[in-house]
C-alpha cells in the first residue's frame, strides 16, 4: 500500500478539513466545519504547528495535527491535537506512521517530549494507552481540564 506522509498545503487543505470534520463528528464533538476549517488554516500557517495527511494510492486517509509551546516543566513540549485514521483504514500502520512523523518533526522544533490527551472511556482508552505505549508514550495518570474562554 503506498503511502506517504504530506505536510497539509493549499492543495491537500480540503482533503485535511474533510477528514478532520469527519472525526469531530464520528467522535460526538460539536464544533462547527467552518470552524475547523479556520482553525486548520491558522495552524497551517504558525510555525508553531504541524498538520500532515496520510495519502495512500494519492487519497487522503488519515490525518495528524501537532501544536508546540514552552513550560518551565518541559522547555519547549509538542502536543498531539488530532490523529484521525478513516475506518477501513485503520490498523494498517497509518497512525503510527503519522505519530512517528509528528515525533520527528518535534524533534526539530527542539522539544523535549511530545504528549497526546487520550479520551476517558474506559474501553477505548485502555487500548489507546496500549497503543501509544507501543510507540514510546508513559502515561502520566494526569487529568486535563478545560476553561472555555468567551471571545
Given amino acids: 500500500m503506498p503511502t506517504d506522509i504530506c505536510p497539509v498545503t493549499r492543495d491537500l487543505r480540503d482533503a485535511a478539513v474533510g477528514l478532520l470534520v469527519r472525526f469531530f463528528q464520528e467522535e460526538g464533538f460539536t464544533t462547527a466545519p467552518a470552524r475547523v476549517a479556520e482553525n486548520l488554516d491558522r495552524m497551517v500557517s504558525d510555525s508553531s504547528c504541524w498538520c500532515a495527511l496520510a495519502l495512500v494510492d494519492g487519497e487522503a486517509r ?11 516543566e518541559w522547555g519547549r513540549l509538542g502536543e498531539i491535537g488530532d490523529l484521525y485514521v478513516v475506518p477501513e483504514y485503520r490498523r494498517r500502520g497509518l497512525a503510527q ?17 511530545v504528549s497526546v490527551t487520550i479520551a476517558p472511556t474506559d474501553e477505548r482508552r485502555d487500548r ?3 497503543f501509544y505505549k507501543r510507540l514510546g508514550f508513559a502515561l502520566t495518570g494526569r487529568t486535563s481540564a478545560v476553561a472555555m474562554l468567551e471571545p
Fill in 97 to 113: 506512521r503519522l505519530i512517528v512523523g509528528a515525533m520527528d518533526w518535534c524533534r526539530v522544533q527542539g522539544c523535549s517530549a
Fill in 62 to 72: 488519515a490525518a495528524i495535527t501537532v501544536s508546540t509551546a514552552l513550560y518551565i
Fill in 128 to 130: 489507546l494507552g496500549r
